[in-house]
C-alpha cells in the first residue's frame, strides 16, 4: 500500500517533499508552490493523500486522490 505524502518547511527556508514511512525528504524546493506540485503529482500517481503544512510544521491543506466514494453527489 502506497503512504501519504506531506509537503513540509526545510530548516534551509526550503520546502520538502516527505513519504510517510521513509526517512527524510525524497526531494527539496526552493518555494512552496514547487514543492505543492512535485507533491500533488506524487500523490495522484500514488492515489493517496497529500498534506501541506505551513511554515510552523501544522497542517493547513489536506487533499485526498484516489479512494473517494463514489456515491457522493456534488
Known amino acids: 500500500m ?3 505524502v506531506h509537503v513540509v ?3 534551509r ?3 520538502a ?4 514511512g521513509t526517512d527524510g ?3 527539496h ?3 512552496q508552490e514547487e514543492a505543492i506540485a ?3 503529482e506524487k500523490a495522484k500517481l500514488d492515489k493517496v493523500e497529500l498534506f501541506i503544512h505551513d511554515r510552523n510544521g501544522k497542517i493547513r491543506e ?5 479512494h473517494d466514494p463514489r456515491d457522493i453527489k456534488g
Open 17 to 20: 517533499v516527505e513519504v510517510e
Open 62 to 66: 489536506r487533499n485526498s486522490f484516489g
Open 25 to 27: 525528504a525524497t526531494s
Open 2 to 4: 502506497a503512504a501519504n
Open 13 to 15: 527556508n526550503g520546502w
Open 38 to 40: 512535485a507533491g500533488t
Open 29 to 31: 524546493y526552493p518555494s
Open 9 to 11: 518547511p526545510t530548516e
